[in-house]
């Protein structure tokens, strides 16, 4: 019904837009019309008059003249005649009624025609028709003026109809939705609306009932052929599903085997980093060489990091379907140094040095689950130590660019702040650089690492809107970066 309205309603509005264009072209050409006559026949006075005029100023002077003219003026009813003096010394009886402004432009010998709207009163249609009177300075002129109200009321009585016109067809517009819509469109659409919310719903066997031969009898008839072969399809689908789920069933469970048994030998190396910081602070605290504050902040790390391995250990074996993170502006300034702080025992146990070449402006956040970040970092970073058995140089950096995402290079670049984790390693071969974010996969001996940690740290950045690349070149190193959206830039 709301179409048939749509419709109806916009025919109705191009004809009462062509009503009211012919309207007004009506009333235009009938002015045109009005005025073209009224200037003929004030033409034909002139002609008329203009040679008794010159007779009555040679014979009688200015007296006989304007005698002459205020002669005329009581013989003519549609047209009043009046003599007009166009200087600024003219009286009230010999003013022009059209204003100085209009008459400037008049030229002797030529009529010109003003039309003048007085308040209050009907317009006036003035000709004025200057005259040269031989041995007056003065200039004078005839001004014939005639009333627009004939026009006026032409004008209003063409308006009143196109009105009239246009009450009528939205009158029969309306009728026409009512009756003639509601019975050819309306219903129709209306069971065809029906059928699209049962099929939407899964009923894909009630039928649509249309009479007719139009083309919304032939959609109905197309809906329920479409339906039947739905029926049948879904029939047939969910039997291989059911089957092809028995055998998922079957090949998770023997999955699930070797899974548990990687997880198992890939544990060591996902805690590896808060194991040798909780083993590096209590070191420290039995070594009895702490102050009280140091041991008290050195408690606290051991338990943060305990916190941590609990996270860890519940985030690998959620990996196929990790939660949301829980973002918070964040500073990554602080968490690189966190991450490099965290570090710093197993660094300095491999003979390593890690350094943070570049930090962000204090300004910059992002939205992001510092925790998650943090793990991130610490994954690179123990990469970059297991790149070389030892010695290797780490730097960490961060700026602010403008960058794609590898999948829609395509697209503009937008705001991201980028972080680089590089070393100066063994490096990546080409055959193993496009898949270092695999689940699974890795290169290291059985129970050295799951080939977990990359394919993690990348699903978080990509949780986080972001993306991760690798360069790598034999012998030279590996620089890894992770891009995330600026968030909020002060």
């Given at each position: ?14 004809a ?14 009938e ?21 008794m005029?010159l ?7 200015r ?7 205020a ?12 003599w ?31 039309r ?5 009163e ?31 009321q ?11 016109l ?55 008839t ?6 039947a ?54 070191g ?20 943060s ?5 609990t996270?860890?250990?519940?985030q ?67 990469n ?30 937008s ?11 063994d ?11 695999e ?14 940690g ?7 950045v ?29």
């Amino acid at each position: 019904m709301k179409l048939t309205l749509k419709i109806i309603l916009l025919m109705l509005l191009v004809a009462c837009g062509l009503v009211g264009i012919s309207g007004y072209l009506s009333v235009q050409r009938e002015i045109a019309f009005f005025e073209e006559e009224m200037t003929a026949r004030h033409s034909r006075l002139v002609t008329a008059v203009q040679p008794m005029l010159l007779d009555a100023w040679r014979s009688a002077g200015r007296g006989g003249m304007l005698r002459f003219v205020a002669s005329i003026e009581g013989d003519e009813q549609q047209v009043r005649i009046r003599w007009v003096w166009l200087d600024e010394t003219a009286d009230e009886t010999t003013r022009p009624v059209a204003p100085s402004s209009a008459l400037a432009e008049l030229k002797s010998g030529q009529l010109t025609s003003v039309r003048v709207r007085e308040l209050n009163e009907a317009g006036l249609y003035c000709t004025y028709f200057p005259v040269e009177l031989i041995g007056d300075s003065r200039r004078g002129a005839l001004e014939m003026a005639e009333s627009l109200a004939r026009r006026d009321q032409y004008t209003r009585s063409t308006v009143q109809r196109t009105i009239l016109l246009m009450g009528a067809m939205i009158i029969a517009a309306m009728l026409l939705v009512g009756i003639a819509g509601l019975r050819l469109i309306g219903r129709p659409l209306q069971a065809l609306m029906l059928k699209t919310q049962q099929i939407a719903a899964g009923d894909l066997r009630s039928p649509v009932l249309v009479s007719g031969s139009d083309e919304l009898a032939t959609l109905a008839t197309a809906l329920n052929t479409m339906s039947a072969k739905l029926d049948e399809s879904q029939l047939a689908v969910q039997r291989e599903s059911a089957q092809r789920i028995e055998a998922i069933e079957q090949l998770r469970h023997g999955d699930r085997l070797k899974t548990v048994g990687r997880l198992a030998s890939g544990v060591a190396h996902e805690l590896g980093t808060p194991l040798n910081v909780v083993s590096g602070r209590a070191g420290l605290i039995a070594g009895g060489k702490l102050g009280d504050e140091d041991v008290v902040q050195s408690a606290k790390t051991i338990q943060s990091e305990a916190t941590r391995m609990t996270g860890i250990v519940q985030q690998l074996l959620n990996f196929a379907r990790r939660s949301s993170p829980n973002r918070t502006l964040c500073n990554l300034n602080s968490v690189m140094d966190r991450t490099a702080n965290l570090m710093d025992s197993i660094i300095k146990n491999k003979g390593a040095h890690l350094e943070i070449t570049k930090h962000l402006p204090e300004a910059m956040t992002v939205n992001a689950d510092a925790a998650q970040i943090q793990q991130v970092l610490s994954n690179l970073v123990m990469n970059a130590l297991l790149s070389k058995e030892t010695g290797v140089n780490i730097q960490i950096a961060a700026e602010v660019c403008d960058a794609s995402s590898p999948e829609a290079a395509a697209s503009s670049p937008s705001r991201v702040v980028r972080v680089t984790v590089a070393d100066d390693g063994d490096g990546i071969t080409e055959a193993v650089l496009p898949h270092v974010f695999e689940p699974f996969f890795t290169t290291r001996d059985v129970g050295q690492g799951t080939g977990l940690g990359l394919s993690i740290a990348h699903g978080i950045v990509a949780e986080h809107g972001g993306w991760m690349t690798v360069k790598s070149v034999g012998g030279q190193g590996t620089t890894f970066a992770v891009y995330l959206p600026v968030e909020v830039e002060l």
